[in-house]
Each structure stands twice: as structure tokens, then as C-alpha cells.
């Protein structure tokens, strides 16, 4: 992505800021907010920030004890550039290339796309993933979420070569080797997520010392619902200060559990209760979709590339990621009209 007037202009800012977060958190996350909210260029900037400034005028908000973790664990510079990517390329530049394509191709284009790596012979397949990314970008895209299992080494070589995208890996406590951690330092576009796990105290301090940013994932059924709705759930989460607690439905989770899963994590967030920002995968990337573009394009990809909803992968041997064109498979799959995952 070119750099432009207005992207040198807010990178300066948000730096600076970054750094003077430093010193004292909770004055510096009002600033941001602030300042983006006077760059904001859309109504999906607009809304967040303002929402985000009106919350933080809350002093007893435990996200200002989020901000203040993230802060001080984190690496700076990597809090800049993933910040930039996901906020400025994504949810600005992105977000109207988005709705001009749309517009220009007559289709509905997810904000965010998520991919089930396929694992096994990834050397095959990673060109294949590459120009997807790359088509993606093209369209707007810059917000992928990777789940790659116990082999998260597998897509570095992708976050490494796309370095104005934002990528969100999704992966296993036991991938999370020595290793792949000091390879996965070197990229600063990049956010672990990985399972939750209560006796994982110390991965989350590795990731802390190492400066890199992390959330947590979890995948829920029904029998789980009961710690979700009366928060047990996200207390015990919530000491190993993730920046994210992220839900997921398990295969056959009923709609109306993720429905109320989904209502409960709208209440908490409002309320402010817990120092983790709880992030419904399903619910919420489709409500930013829509403020994005109106229509809900909500889609994701499984290991054998195929183009899926959330109830399963959608019949056509023309929606393949490994034979199509990321493009062509938004204009056939996901018309204007009608998009299959609404």
C-alpha cells in the first residue's frame, strides 16, 4: 500500500501517542480515540470511536486496565504497525475500496476473511494462499484470520509477504514452540490467538517477555453456556491479560445458543466488566460487515479451500479457493442481491 499525506500524517501521530501511552495509559487511550475520531472518514470510524470515547468516559472501565497490560507488555513498534494495518489500511483505505468494488463489481466483500489452513503439504498450497491474500488486498481486504492448529509455522512465509495486512493466527498452546516464537517476533502485522487453556500461565508470560501481541480463542457448545452467561468463563480468562477473548461456535453449536452467546458478549461489552475485549467471531464480523457495506457478507474458508458459511461449505466446485480467483468467487457466490451467508 502507498503511503500517502494522510497516512505519514496519522502514523506520526498515532507513534507519538503509542509512546506517551507509555507513561500513562489511560490519558494517552483517551487521546487516541480522540485523534482518530478527528480523522474518521466514514460512519464506521464515527460509530466506533465515538462509542470508544463515550465508554472510556467511564473511570471505573476495566478497559483501562486492558489498555495499561497491552501497553506495558507490548512492543511499541509493534503496536504500530499492527494497529496501522488493522485500523488505517483496513477499516479506513480498506473500508472504502471495499464498498467501491462492491459497488463496481456488483457483489458484497467481506471486511475480514477467515481461512482453516490446510496443514499437510502446505509448500503446495502456499502459492495458492499468496495470490488469494494479494487478490484480497486488491479488493480491500487487509484483516485475515489463519487458523493453522498445532502448525502455525506453516504461515509465517504469508504474514511475512503481505506486510500491510493485519493477520490474526489462530492456533494451539502446544504450536507455540521456542522456535516459531522467536520466528514469529520478526512480524510485527501479526496477533497469536490461541486456544484457551488454564494451564497454559506460562506461554502467556513467553509471549509477555517477548513483547508480542496475543488473544485467546475459545470454542463453545451448549454445555458451556452457563460459564459464558454468568461470566466464569471470561474471569478465568482474564488473567492472562489477552488483548481479545475470542468465541467460536463448535460444528452443529444450535443458532439460538450462539444467538444468546452473542447477546451476552454485547451486554458485557457495554457494561465494561471484564480487562479482555470479548470478540464474537461469527456475531461480530458480520455487525462490522454491515456498518462496512450494508449487506452481510460473512464467509470463511476450510482446509480444502472450499467457500463456506457458518453451517457448512457451499455446494460449487466454482467458490474453490485453490482454482479460483478470490474475486470471482465474491461476484458468483456473493451478489449484491442476496449474500449466501446472510
Known sequence: MESSISKILVGSIVK??????????????????????????????????????????????????????????????????????????????????IRENEQKLGCNIPWAVPIQIGTVNFADKEPDYQTAIRSGEGLGIYSWMLFAGNQPQCVLPLVKAHPDSAFFLFCEPEGLTSEFLDEAAESYNLMLVIRYDEDAGELYSRLRDLGLLYSAWFSYGQKDLQSIVNGDLFYS?????????????????????????????????????????????????????????????????????????WSGPVKSGRYNLFQNDLKEIFVRACPKKGCLAV
Open 16 to 97: 507519538r501517542t503509542l509512546k506517551e501511552m507509555k507513561e500513562n495509559p489511560d490519558r494517552g487511550i483517551r487521546n487516541l480515540v480522540d485523534m482518530a475520531l478527528q480523522f474518521s472518514g466514514g460512519r464506521f470510524q464515527e460509530d466506533f470511536f465515538t462509542t470508544a470515547q463515550t465508554m472510556l468516559q467511564n473511570e471505573n472501565s476495566a478497559y483501562y486496565q486492558l489498555v495499561r497490560e497491552v501497553v506495558t507488555h507490548a512492543d511499541t513498534d509493534r503496536l504500530y504497525t499492527f494497529g496501522m494495518n488493522l485500523g488505517y489500511n483496513g477499516c479506513i483505505v480498506g473500508a472504502q475500496r
Open 237 to 309: 480468562v482474564q488473567q492472562f491479560s489477552p488483548a481479545f477473548t475470542v468465541l467460536l461456535p463448535e460444528q452443529g453449536c444450535p443458532d439460538a445458543i450462539s444467538q444468546l452467546v452473542y447477546q451476552t458478549v454485547r451486554q458485557a461489552r457495554k457494561e465494561q466488566r471484564y480487562h479482555t475485549m470479548l470478540w464474537d467471531l461469527k456475531g461480530d464480523n458480520s455487525t462490522v460487515d454491515h456498518i462496512i457495506s450494508d449487506d452481510v457478507c460473512c464467509v470463511l474458508f476450510d482446509t480444502d479451500g472450499s467457500l463456506c458459511d
